[in-house]
């Protein structure tokens, strides 16, 4: 039984890493991931309310801090069999797997969130999901509102980006048998409206060590495995302004034979992309700290299998 760990992609509400601030070590931690980052974080995942970490300079290393505190937290992670994170989680994935240090990674991720932040306040962009249709159908509709298809994720679900109103457009005459949500982002992440974060993250990353992955790391670029450290910062980095094919990842997980998925914090959303792409695979999605039990009997069942 092989197991694949992705870093979260759920909801980050108000307090949601208060749990994990009661397990040993973890405040510890996080002090030095907030100052490595740049920003407040045991403040931000305990105190601050959702507009405030909503903020993209808040929301993108708060995620990988969050999604490392329990990859720390989890026992048996010398069982785990790759890992692979969507958009931001790819930082958390890159630490994980060993290819940067978590100081690298926390301190690579503020900047990436603060020149996000800027690159998206120079334009009103956006980005809106759209659920169910016929993808091809779904791409040629964004094509014809000059929007970019920025996240693939599987299970019926792509992300369109670009200019408000074409976001707007794109709600008022939907494709076929589609049902389009607006996301609450501040910008047209993974889209040509990035490049210049792009040029920013590859200043700060030119100063980074990589070392090669000590265990499977698939990318969001292609859902390809990547045995080269440095090759993969550099796909980190051209990320930023690419879609992410996280649908070509999820296939890459069946033919690879993952047999049980783990979600780390804050979890949810690829779990339940993968029930709907993934049928049959077992999945845990680590919410907080109650949740660790259910990952590790996974993992056993892995090593005993």
Known sequence: MRIAVFPGQGSQSPGFLSPWLALDGSADRLAEYSEWSGVDLIAAGTEWDADRIRDTQVAQPLIV???????????????????AGHSVGEFAAA????????????????????????????????????????????????????????????????????????????????????RVI?????GAFHTRYMAPAV?????????VTAADPRV?????????????????????????????????????????????LIELTPAGTLAGLAKRALRGVPSVAVKTPDDLAAATTLLSAAVEA
């Open 182 to 186: 607006t996301l609450q982002v501040a």
């Open 216 to 260: 499977t790391i698939w990318t969001n670029r292609d859902g390809s495995t990547v045995e080269s450290g440095a090759r993969f910062v550099d796909l980190l980095v051209d990320q930023v302004a690419s879609p992410v094919r996280w649908d070509l990842c999820m296939a890459a997980f069946a033919a690879a034979g993952v047999s049980g």
């Open 199 to 207: 040029q920013t993250l590859r200043t700060a990353a030119a100063s």
């Open 95 to 178: 630490a994980a797997a060993g290819i940067l240090s978590e100081e690298d990674a926390l301190r690579l991720v503020g900047i990436r969130g603060r020149a996000m932040a800027e690159a998206a306040a120079a334009e009103r962009t956006g980005m809106s999901a759209v659920i169910g249709g016929d993808e091809a159908a779904v791409v040629a509709r964004l094509e014809e509102l000059a929007l970019t298809p920025a996240n693939y994720n599987g299970g019926g679900q792509l992300v369109a980006a670009g200019a408000l109103d074409g976001l707007q457009a794109l709600s008022a005459e939907p494709p076929a048998g589609t």
């Open 65 to 83: 801090a969050a999604s490392l505190l329990s990859w720390n937290a989890l026992e048996s992670r010398d069982d785990v069999a790759g890992v």
